[in-house]
């Protein structure tokens, strides 16, 4: 009988449950594939949860969640937030910093000491070691303990961070690259003058699901039509955009439509807007997509996504998408599955939701044409051929 081939994942977080990025439910999706695959899953991780303070809030040790065996190991204390913050202030405003500074500011990044002297003397028995995403200084430095065999998941997208020097090497270093879809790897193209041929599109398979688009109406007394956001409540995530243009557009249209969020952050709406609002802070996947399900659209206004997730969920419930036109990504998923529209101003944005509100039958055709893109693309069985490509 054959041995078990063995896998490691790193990443400073584990998605333990719902407070966790798109990056590392990505990566524990993808590792629990691989133990039902019959691969020996090992994740290596930090015992933070924060992703703002990086405290040690989970003990040193391991748990086994879904067959994947979980290491967390403590993030390293003294961090210099001075320098940092202070190099990183440059770096956002696109102001040259050199490589030594580029050197400082990730080792005063989230760092853990005991996860890589781990992988130092048990690397060699992982077959390969998938780590991402690219921005955290811990995949940095660990990308270069086993960079033979050492597979990037990157997450990458086309912001001041992705022109560092350092990432650069990083790219290019280490033995092959799984990208969430298309636009992204052309990116890292761009970027680094990248070999496609060390460079594979992955992406995440999504499972068919259930809706009551009604039950979520009627238990959260919702008369009005509504666009819906999950997700982080940021400036990165384009949610000060999607309220200052929902509140235009009601009073430039008269149209009474509301928003309805999931996640979690603060905001802070229009006055007029903030009646018009039900926060649902974080919830049940079961009602994240009876949510999805009974909305006119799902609007993400970022412009920072290598994939997206809550998009392609949305497709799956059969609702149609509104997306920024600044990143590549989401437009590119919407033209090649005829299931979304895209704005690159507020006129633009006018126009599409005046167009879903007014056009029923066009929702649910756009709702189904996604749905069956999210089918064909993204089942786990497409998903899973891939990934075994990209490990091979």
């Given at each position: 009988?054959a041995?078990?081939?063995?896998?490691?994942?790193?990443?400073?977080?584990?998605?333990?449950?719902?407070?966790?990025?798109?990056?590392?439910?990505l990566?524990?999706q993808?590792?629990?594939?691989?133990?039902?695959?019959?691969?020996?899953v090992?994740?290596?991780?930090?015992?933070?949860?924060?992703?703002?303070?990086?405290?040690?809030?989970?003990p040193?040790?391991?748990?086994?969640?879904?067959?994947i065996?979980?290491?967390?190991?403590?993030?390293?204390?003294?961090?210099d937030?001075?320098?940092?913050?202070?190099?990183q202030?440059?770096?956002?405003?696109?102001?040259p910093?050199?490589?030594?500074?580029?050197?400082?500011?990730?080792?005063?990044?989230v760092?853990?000491?005991?996860?890589?002297?781990?992988?130092?003397?048990e690397?060699?028995?992982y077959d390969?070691?998938?780590?991402?995403?690219?921005?955290?200084?811990?995949?940095?430095?660990?990308?270069?303990?086993?960079?033979?065999?050492?597979?990037?998941l990157?997450?990458?997208?086309?912001?001041?961070?992705?022109?560092?020097?350092?990432?650069?090497?990083?790219?290019?270093k280490?033995?092959?690259?799984?990208?969430?879809?298309e636009?992204e790897?052309?990116?890292?193209a761009?970027?680094y003058?990248?070999?496609?041929?060390r460079?594979?599109?992955?992406?995440?398979?999504?499972?068919?699901?259930?809706?009551?688009?009604?039950?979520?109406?009627?238990?959260?007394?919702?008369?009005?039509?509504?666009?819906?956001?999950?997700?982080?409540?940021?400036?990165?995530?384009?949610?000060?955009?999607?309220?200052?243009?929902?509140?235009?557009?009601?009073?430039?249209?008269?149209?009474?439509?509301?928003l309805?969020l999931?996640?979690?952050?603060?905001?802070?709406?229009?006055?007029?807007l903030?009646?018009?609002?039900?926060d649902?802070?974080f919830?049940?996947?079961?009602?994240?997509?009876?949510?999805?399900?009974?909305?006119?659209?799902?609007?993400?206004?970022?412009?920072n996504?290598?994939?997206?997730?809550?998009?392609?969920?949305?497709?799956l419930?059969?609702?149609?998408?509104l997306?920024?036109?600044?990143?590549?990504?989401?437009?590119?998923?919407?033209?090649?599955?005829?299931?979304?529209l895209?704005?690159?101003?507020?006129?633009?944005?006018?126009?599409?939701?005046?167009?879903?509100?007014?056009?029923?039958?066009?929702?649910?055709?756009?709702?189904?044409?996604?749905?069956?893109?999210?089918?064909?693309?993204?089942?786990?069985?497409?998903?899973?051929?891939?990934?075994?490509?990209?490990?091979?």
């Amino acid at each position: 009988m054959a041995k078990p081939r063995r896998i490691a994942f790193v990443s400073p977080r584990f998605s333990e449950g719902p407070t966790v990025g798109g990056a590392e439910t990505l990566l524990r999706q993808l590792a629990e594939r691989l133990v039902k695959a019959g691969w020996q899953v090992d994740y290596l991780t930090t015992c933070a949860r924060n992703h703002f303070t990086w405290e040690n809030e989970i003990p040193p040790g391991t748990k086994t969640f879904s067959g994947i065996t979980v290491r967390y190991f403590p993030v390293d204390g003294g961090r210099d937030l001075d320098a940092f913050i202070r190099i990183q202030d440059r770096i956002s405003r696109f102001v040259p910093v050199t490589r030594d500074e580029e050197l400082i500011w990730h080792r005063n990044n989230v760092n853990s000491t005991a996860l890589y002297d781990h992988l130092r003397t048990e690397g060699h028995h992982y077959d390969k070691i998938v780590m991402g995403p690219y921005l955290f200084a811990l995949v940095v430095f660990a990308s270069q303990i086993h960079p033979d065999r050492t597979l990037l998941l990157p997450c990458l997208h086309d912001e001041c961070f992705a022109r560092l020097e350092t990432i650069r090497d990083m790219f290019l270093k280490v033995s092959g690259l799984i990208f969430n879809a298309e636009p992204e790897r052309d990116l890292a193209a761009q970027l680094y003058g990248l070999d496609v041929s060390r460079a594979h599109v992955v992406g995440m398979g999504l499972d068919n699901f259930p809706v009551d688009p009604e039950g979520f109406r009627h238990r959260h007394r919702l008369h009005a039509p509504y666009i819906l956001y999950s997700g982080r409540r940021e400036p990165m995530k384009g949610t000060p955009i999607l309220l200052d243009y929902l509140d235009l557009f009601r009073e430039r249209t008269g149209m009474d439509i509301k928003l309805v969020l999931t996640g979690s952050g603060p905001y802070d709406p229009p006055s007029r807007l903030s009646a018009h609002i039900l926060d649902l802070g974080f919830v049940s996947e079961q009602e994240k997509h009876d949510a999805m399900a009974g909305a006119v659209a799902f609007c993400h206004p970022s412009a920072n996504e290598s994939f997206s997730i809550v998009i392609l969920e949305s497709w799956l419930a059969g609702t149609p998408v509104l997306v920024h036109a600044a990143g590549s990504v989401m437009p590119f998923h919407c033209r090649k599955s005829n299931g979304g529209l895209w704005f690159r101003n507020y006129p633009e944005f006018e126009e599409a939701l005046s167009l879903l509100l007014a056009k029923p039958a066009l929702r649910v055709a756009m709702g189904q044409a996604g749905c069956a893109y999210v089918q064909r693309e993204y089942s786990w069985k497409a998903v899973e051929h891939r990934l075994e490509q990209a490990l091979a």
